[in-house]
């Protein structure tokens, strides 16, 4: 039987931190041992020396659960770094115009492959993606993934208006594509379908109208869109549904709102989007490098979650900055400084693990270091750069420690990668 004994610092989470000395949120374990058989945890503990056990040995590093991405274009991996002042001419200038070559299967596949690298050399092991308009594309995307053995979420773009010729698909081609990738795709594997329709901007009544069909007929499928994410984005999205009582609304008004829709950005709520939200059980997503960069504005995650909106968090590649969910914890961490909003660091790790997993409706299966769930995990050196090292040798309790890792760090903290029990950082390359 394979069996594998990963020893190290263990840091998992239980629920959500409500303050940073709340340590009933969370399992530490100081010398830990996690045992692993066919790429699941059979076992989480102290350890004690087993004669003649593999064991693989991590100390003095932490071992997280792997991070989780809840909103990224992983056609967009060669957009990020684009000169624009806001959001619809960042689309039309670049975005729009890159997601075009994913007509070409081979493109497709070299830039799927280039993006599972980036996503493992930064300790992602999960993540949900929009692909282009080409299933192509979405073939690509799940074909890498399966290679990997990775739990990845994504789906089809639909869009029908507003966008060049090329990328336009139509109601009825968006819905039989969307169909016919689910089918296949869909709990194959690892894989997860997100019915996809882009934004109120590029897609006509009729074709959320189709994407509510899809819905009513995969239930258990994810939704993803964008909302709320600029003002002139808001402005025209109400022009062309002007009878939806609000941005929210127009989803609201196609059936498209649930426990499982991942709504990227929500930065410009009213106050009845986010009861509709609250009361949805739809899931707003922060993406605070694509919100600094494109100059969207800045999510205000205290009034969501005291409403009771369900928050993931999420790098939002290409508009966002960076593939590291630690770059990202950071920005977080700074666009809510300057909300005047405080996120300890425990609570940051949660968002990222746990949290997402919850978001995602997967507690049980990831994000968390339990018996039962996928051995994807995260190996952390908080002194992985002389900077670091510096630093880290005047800290002395785990949550300085994390919170260093957060503001210091990015792939070069990540010493090590598991998915499903496979070493797949430092193995890379070796598919
Ligand atoms: N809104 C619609 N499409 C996109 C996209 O690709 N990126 C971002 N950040 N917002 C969007
Ligand atoms: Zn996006």
């Given at each position: 039987?394979?069996?594998?004994i990963?020893?190290?610092?263990?840091?998992?989470f239980?629920?959500?931190p409500?303050?940073?000395?709340?340590?009933a949120?969370?399992?530490?374990?100081?010398?830990?041992?996690?045992?692993?058989?066919?790429?699941?945890?059979?076992?989480?503990?102290?350890?004690?020396?087993?004669?003649?056990?593999?064991?693989?040995?991590?100390?003095p590093?932490l071992?997280?659960p792997?991070?989780?991405d809840m909103?990224?274009?992983?056609?967009?991996?060669?957009?990020?770094?684009?000169y624009?002042?806001?959001?619809?001419?960042?689309?039309?200038?670049?975005?729009?115009?890159?997601?075009q070559?994913?007509s070409?299967?081979?493109?497709?596949?070299?830039?799927a492959?280039?993006?599972?690298?980036?996503?493992?050399?930064?300790?992602t092991?999960t993540?949900?993606a929009?692909?282009s308009?080409?299933?192509?594309?979405?073939?690509?995307?799940?074909?890498?993934?399966?290679?990997?053995?990775?739990?990845?979420?994504?789906?089809?773009?639909?869009m029908?208006?507003?966008?060049p010729?090329?990328?336009?698909?139509t109601?009825q081609?968006?819905?039989?594509?969307?169909?016919?990738?689910?089918?296949?795709w869909?709990?194959?594997g690892r894989?997860?379908?997100?019915?996809?329709?882009?934004?109120?901007?590029?897609?006509?009544?009729a074709?959320?109208?189709?994407?509510?069909?899809?819905?009513?007929?995969?239930?258990?499928?994810?939704?993803?869109t964008?909302?709320?994410?600029?003002?002139a984005?808001?402005?025209?999205?109400?022009?062309?549904?002007p009878?939806?009582?609000?941005?929210?609304?127009?989803?609201?008004?196609?059936?498209?709102?649930?426990p499982?829709?991942?709504l990227?950005?929500?930065?410009?709520?009213?106050?009845?989007e986010t009861k509709v939200?609250?009361?949805?059980g739809?899931?707003a997503?922060?993406?605070?490098t694509?919100?600094?960069?494109?100059?969207?504005?800045?999510?205000?995650?205290?009034?969501?979650a005291?409403?009771?909106?369900?928050?993931g968090?999420?790098?939002?590649?290409?508009?966002?900055?960076s593939?590291s969910?630690?770059r990202?914890?950071?920005?977080?961490?700074?666009?809510?400084?300057?909300?005047?909003?405080?996120?300890?660091?425990?609570?940051?790790?949660?968002?990222?693990?746990?949290g997402?997993?919850?978001?995602l409706?997967?507690?049980?299966?990831i994000?968390?270091i339990?018996?039962?769930n996928?051995?994807d995990?995260?190996?952390?050196?908080?002194?992985?750069?002389?900077?670091?090292?510096?630093?880290?040798?005047?800290a002395?309790?785990?949550?300085?420690?994390?919170f260093?890792?957060q503001?210091?760090?990015?792939?070069?903290?990540i010493?090590e990668?598991?998915?499903?029990?496979?070493?797949?950082?430092?193995?890379?390359?070796?598919?």
């Open positions: 039987m394979s069996r594998t990963l020893r190290g610092r263990v840091l998992t239980l629920d959500e409500q303050a940073i000395d709340d340590s949120s969370y399992r530490y374990i100081e010398d830990g041992a996690i045992t692993i058989e066919h790429g699941r945890i059979v076992a989480v503990g102290d350890y004690v020396p087993e004669a003649g056990a593999d064991v693989i040995d991590h100390r590093h071992i997280l792997g991070f989780i909103h990224l274009h992983y056609v967009q991996s060669q957009v990020i770094a684009s624009a002042g806001s959001l619809l001419e960042w689309l039309n200038t670049y975005t729009f115009v890159e997601e070559k994913f070409r299967q081979g493109h497709a596949g070299v830039v492959s280039a993006f599972y690298d980036e996503l493992i050399r930064n300790g092991t993540a949900v929009y692909c308009s080409h299933p192509a594309s979405v073939d690509a995307y799940f074909a890498e993934a399966a290679k990997r053995n990775m739990l990845m979420v994504g789906g089809k773009v639909m029908d208006r507003n966008a010729e090329a990328l336009c698909d109601p081609s968006g819905y039989d594509d969307s169909k016919m990738l689910i089918e296949r869909h709990g194959r894989a997860l379908y997100a019915i996809s329709p882009r934004f109120a901007i590029t897609s006509t009544p074709q959320l109208e189709a994407s509510r069909a899809l819905v009513a007929e995969y239930p258990d499928c994810y939704v993803q964008h909302l709320s994410e600029n003002d984005e808001i402005t025209s999205s109400m022009e062309l549904y009878g939806s009582p609000d941005y929210t609304g127009i989803y609201e008004d196609y059936g498209l709102l649930g499982k829709t991942l990227g950005h929500c930065i410009h709520l009213n106050h009845r939200l609250a009361e949805t739809a899931v997503v922060f993406c605070p694509s919100n600094l960069f494109l100059g969207s504005g800045l999510f205000d995650r205290e009034r969501l005291q409403h009771g909106v369900r928050i968090v999420a790098t939002d590649i290409g508009g966002g900055t593939y969910m630690l990202t914890l950071d920005e977080g961490y700074k666009v809510l400084q300057l909300r005047g909003q405080r996120l300890n660091p425990f609570t940051s790790f949660y968002m990222a693990t746990l997402n997993a919850r978001a409706s997967l507690e049980g299966t994000g968390a339990a018996p039962g996928a051995a995990l995260v190996v952390l050196d908080a002194a992985a750069t002389p900077a670091m090292a510096l630093r880290m040798a005047t002395s309790t785990l949550a300085e420690e994390l260093l890792l503001t210091m760090g990015d792939d070069r903290a010493a990668v598991y998915v499903a029990g496979a070493r797949s950082k430092s193995t890379l390359g070796g598919l």
